[in-house]
């Protein structure tokens, strides 16, 4: 709601109210200055001709579906007079010394008893985009100044090759296998060269290449890194990586019982067990596939945890043997009852003759004459592979190098800022990042950190960093357009931004709809309201199902994750099964959990039909809502569908004001 | 009652010139509280000093006063000290009686600061709802000379500081001002109010002078002499319980309205049309022609609120239904009666367009019409507006004019 100051307070309550506006359009010349406009000649601080004609609408709409805002232009007419030597107001708005085009447009809601510009409600900020007249009349189109307007993303263009540098926001990960990408541009004697990582040098940089087998980034444990100079990622051309690798799967020729758990991360294992009562050699093998890593392998280790049981001992042994390269190696034999176990390494390098092992092939064997039962198992394992780009000769290890597109660091992205802000890299959420990119981007900031309004509370004291607390990961390489970035954004952290010019506290305002209300921002009377409609959304608006694609592959912008969500109501509907069901792609959102809270708050806005209405406000003193705003109604004539108006909660989603009246859209939100 | 009669000379208008300056834009915070330290609002929405005035009689401030003894103080400035005449006040949807507050109106030549202040406490006559005077039900504990300023009484917590008193007794009155309160003894300012000091009998009656006490709870409408110079004007309320103990109840008030009235001249061919307009209700007809009809309203908050104006004491299923309207056609009267005798002059009125339709701004600002000006029947008075966006007259002779109003209940 605005706050309104103190003298219009004064006015609102009357039961009869004489209102105008005031409009304010500013020019440059060698003077800036100011053009008053009202419906009538006023003195309020400033003096006002009265010439306006037609005042238009302001229209400003919310649309909680999509999380998106939007303001409509406001066109002013005006009577063609003014005090010059033609007697014509357009002599003075264009091809003189002074510019109106695209100055800064201000309306103010007047009401009579207030004498000051400043006590007045400023009602709208925008441009002046368009100037039309003929003889009589004279046309302002003002649209509503967004200071993102016509602007891009990017981190700048790259010194040497004036490639646009890419952008990052967000944490990388080892575990959930984020980095930022930073394409190559070079190669040259020693290097291969990338593009600056978004933000510069800093300590521990390290430098990936993605294997695309295995879908995971392995560093570079050859020189690599980020130059303090140039801020260019670098890597010594061979790419050399030394690197755990699992194995990819169970081999087709495996004899051993729950082969997957050998390489599962867990403490369960792969095993098997044979009995021989004298006789010939019994064998079973566990066999899994050898992990495909590009380039050339310079060495190999298999690394496994093993136990070899022996029971029922009356003669012979049995032994546990690697069988990878095809020549048997015995790695540990037992001849009693009894456990062995341990960890072992079996070192594949000095038996390698250049191809890499396609599967790795542990035995189980009983040696032939012996009376035993034994029992193999095996977890743990991984292989330690270091690999590099071959460049023995120099053409093909070019050209290898050269198919090498991008590379990946683990530099952080942009950190937090804004007037206020202090956690640098703390909380990288939506709104966080939101704030920081009109920041960095657009050139804007609020005064004060608490300018900017969550749901009507002071930033700082609202509790959106617990209701979205969702970690958000993104890049780019290309330009964008930051009005698509930021309406991605905000779709994904599921909150609408406002830019709000109404009150000197506050910048602008954050809305979202809470899980639950307790409390409205203003009770509507229903013997102040008139021209009341109720309606429910459209079956076309509901979403009975959604699916969100999450967690980019900073490699190949695919994405790893995919959630549902189904209403479970939707029968109720009479919707087919893929009816009304949609599936949409997510940028930032990474988090399985977060993407399902995400999935959650649609649910509660489109996931069935809402009350949806509009109505008038005839009392001033409910001018001051803005959209938003959670209303209740009370002392109503009828009830909406049967409901009880007192049980539910309202979101203002439009407004469409002029001088005197004030009209709202409403949406059921609790 | 008059059985919805009209005499001409008998019609009353009374405009309000708190809302005629606030819609001329004299600031609002030129209506303001006082003495705010010995009183509170209590803490709803419409708890301030601007629902006072703001010609919503339904929508009430609430003062927290049960058990207290403070005087409510309320000042409008007037901006002027000539040409502002000034004879009623009218006190809309109060709980006066339930909450046993008296009223009291006083002006001055300077801003009001505590209870009792002003130069002159008006000297009221009640016309609606309300005796003058009460008696306090406390009595002189003593023979008073005329000069004695500490004032034994039956009962002092019957009284307040910044009350003033009247005492009777005699062939002429006296009103005392009480400046402290000592349990029964009073600390008074003789002779106030333009009064001799007079010599008074143990056991004499003491009453609250310029107090009117509200019969019952509604409307109250109380008038006086005209007086056009003074620019500040107090309107103050005091508990006038019976044996002390303060209000009994926290006071709610409508609205406050403050003005002249205007007494209609006689005219000799008066049309009078009244009528009720039953605009609440809607029919509408199927494309079969079966009709339906759906009630928005039928009268004034007939859902089961308490409240109407002038229409208090009906409950609210016996309210009249519609909205109730008169069409009056004055076909001729003096035209002394109907402008003055200068546009750009307009001073303290007397004719119909100085008192009446400049005050109210034709369809602006609401009004009360009072059919029989002396009437206390409630249903002779009308909250109303004009139903008209102009206001016509046609001289129909050399000084000789008539017009036509339509006037229209207001819920």
């Keep these: 709601m605005i706050t309104q100051p103190a003298n219009y307070q004064a006015a609102v309550t009357a039961q009869h109210i004489i209102s105008d506006w005031l409009l304010e359009v500013a020019y440059s010349d060698s003077t800036p200055g100011t053009f008053y406009f009202s419906g009538q000649d006023r003195t309020v601080t400033n003096k006002y001709a009265g010439l306006v004609e037609d005042w238009g609408e302001i229209s400003e709409e919310i649309d909680l579906a999509n999380s998106v805002a939007m303001t409509a232009d406001i066109t002013i007419t005006l009577l063609n007079k003014w005090n010059n030597a033609s007697g014509l107001l357009s002599d003075e708005l264009f091809g003189g010394s002074k510019k109106f085009l695209n100055q800064d447009v201000t309306i103010r809601s007047w009401l009579l008893g207030v004498s000051s510009a400043s006590d007045c409600v400023t009602r709208f900020v925008g441009r002046l985009v368009k100037i039309k007249h003929n003889l009589e009349t004279v046309t302002f189109t003002i649209e509503k100044r967004v200071p993102w307007d016509r602007l891009k993303i990017d981190n700048g263009k790259h010194s040497n090759t004036n490639l646009v540098q890419p952008y990052a926001v967000g944490l990388c990960s080892a575990t959930d296998k984020r980095y930022f990408p930073v394409p190559t541009y070079k190669i040259d004697n020693n290097n291969i060269l990338a593009l600056p990582h978004p933000f510069g040098y800093q300590e521990n940089d390290q430098v990936f290449y993605y294997e695309r087998t295995i879908e995971d980034f392995v560093e570079i444990t050859g020189s690599a890194g980020v130059s303090p100079a140039t801020g260019d990622v670098y890597a010594e051309k061979e790419l050399q990586r030394e690197a755990a690798y699992l194995p990819q799967e169970v081999g087709s020729a495996n004899q051993w019982d729950n082969a997957s758990k050998a390489f599962d991360g867990t403490a369960a294992y792969a095993s098997d067990t044979l009995v021989l009562g004298g006789g010939g050699e019994v064998t079973s093998t566990l066999v899994l596939n050898f992990p495909a890593i590009d380039h050339t392998y310079t060495s190999i280790e298999i690394r496994y945890t093993y136990s070899l049981i022996v029971s029922g001992h009356v003669s012979g042994s049995a032994s546990l043997q690697d069988n990878t390269l095809g020549t048997l190696r015995n790695l540990i034999t037992r001849s009693s009852d009894g456990t062995s176990s341990g960890t072992g390494t079996i070192t594949i390098t000095p038996d390698y003759s250049g191809e890499p092992p396609s599967t790795i092939k542990l035995n189980l064997k009983i040696a032939a004459g012996s009376d035993l039962t034994a029992e193999a198992r095996i977890s743990d394992v991984d292989i330690l592979i270091t690999t590099n780009i071959d460049f023995t000769n120099p053409q093909e290890g070019m050209n290898e190098a050269k198919s090498v597109e991008k590379l990946y660091s683990n530099n952080s992205g942009v950190d937090l800022i804004w007037t206020g802000e202090t956690s640098g890299l703390g909380d990288i959420y939506p709104h966080n990042v939101f704030r920081t990119l009109l920041n960095l981007k657009a050139g804007w900031d609020a005064s004060a950190e608490d300018d900017v309004h969550v749901n009507g509370v002071d930033w700082s004291s609202s509790s959106i960093d617990t209701d979205r607390n969702w970690l958000v990961f993104w890049w780019s390489l290309k330009q964008l357009p930051l009005p698509d970035v930021l309406k991605q954004l905000q779709f994904e952290g599921g909150f609408i931004w406002v830019f709000d010019y109404t009150s000197s506290t506050v910048d602008a305002r954050i809305i979202y709809v809470k899980s639950s209300y307790s409390s409205a921002d203003k009770t509507l009377d229903g013997d102040y309201l008139s021209e009341i409609e109720i309606d429910t959304t459209p079956v076309s608006e509901i979403v009975t199902k959604r699916t969100f694609n999450y967690d980019r592959n900073p490699a190949t912008g695919s994405y790893r994750g995919s959630n549902s969500k189904t209403n479970t109501n939707r029968g109720n509907w009479n919707l087919a099964t893929e009816e009304n069901a949609i599936e949409q792609n997510l940028d930032w959102l990474y988090s399985s959990t977060n993407v399902d809270s995400l999935l959650t708050y649609y649910d509660n806005i489109v996931g069935e039909p809402k009350i949806v209405g509009s109505c008038s406000l005839d009392s001033p003193e409910y001018w001051n809502l803005q959209v938003g705003d959670i209303v209740k109604f009370s002392n109503m004539e009828y009830d909406p569908y049967g409901k009880s108006w007192s049980s539910i909660y309202f979101m203002i989603t439009g407004v469409t004001i002029q001088p005197d009246s004030f009209k709202i859209n409403f949406r059921e939100v609790g | ?411």
């Design chain 2, 1 to 411: 009652m008059s059985y919805n009669r009209v005499h001409g000379d008998d019609l009353r208008f009374y405009a309000d010139s708190i809302n005629w300056l606030f819609s001329k834009g004299v600031p609002r915070t030129e209506w303001e509280d006082k003495n705010t330290g010995d009183w509170s609002y209590n803490s709803g929405s419409y708890d301030n000093k601007y629902t006072l005035v703001d010609q919503n009689p339904l929508r009430k401030a609430s003062f927290n006063l049960e058990g207290d003894d403070a005087h409510v103080m309320h000042q409008i400035d007037l901006q002027a000290t000539s040409a502002m005449p000034i004879n009623f006040l009218k006190i809309m949807n109060h709980n006066g009686a339930d909450a046993s507050a008296g009223f009291r109106l006083a002006y001055n030549t300077s801003a009001f600061t505590n209870p009792g202040d002003g130069t002159t406490i008006v000297a009221p006559v009640a016309v609606l709802n309300g005796s003058v005077n009460p008696d306090s039900g406390a009595n002189l504990a003593e023979a008073l000379t005329d000069s004695e300023t500490a004032v034994d009484v039956t009962d002092g917590g019957a009284f307040s500081v910044g009350e003033y008193l009247l005492l009777d007794d005699q062939q002429e009155q006296e009103v005392i001002k009480i400046t402290a309160i000592a349990v029964n003894t009073l600390t008074v300012t003789r002779g106030a109010q333009g009064t001799n000091n007079v010599e008074h009998n143990n056991g004499a009656d003491i009453y609250r002078y310029g107090v009117i006490k509200p019969t019952n709870d509604g409307e109250t409408i109380l008038t006086f002499t005209e007086v056009t110079d003074k620019r500040y004007w107090c309107i103050e309320t005091i508990p006038i319980q019976t044996g002390g103990a303060g209000y009994q109840a926290d006071l709610d008030i409508g609205c406050y309205m403050l003005g002249k009235y205007h007494t209609m001249t006689m005219a000799p061919d008066l049309s009078v049309k009244p009528g009720f307009l039953s605009d609440g209700v809607t029919n509408r007809k199927t494309v079969g022609g079966k009709d339906f009809t759906f009630g928005h309203y039928l009268s004034s908050n007939d859902a089961a609120a308490t409240y109407a104006p002038y229409r208090y004491n009906l409950r609210y299923y016996m309210r009249p239904n519609g909205r109730q309207t008169f069409n009056l056609t004055w076909k001729g009267m003096a035209d002394t009666n109907i402008y003055p005798q200068d546009l750009s002059a307009i001073g303290a009125g007397g004719d119909f367009f100085s008192d009446v339709i400049n005050k109210v701004g034709i369809n602006f600002l609401s009004f009360t019409l009072a059919l029989d000006k002396d009437s206390s029947d409630e249903g002779d008075y009308l909250f109303c507006k004009f139903d008209q966006s102009s206001f016509d007259t046609t001289q129909k002779a050399w000084q000789w004019s008539g017009f036509s109003l339509r006037i229209i209940q207001q819920y």
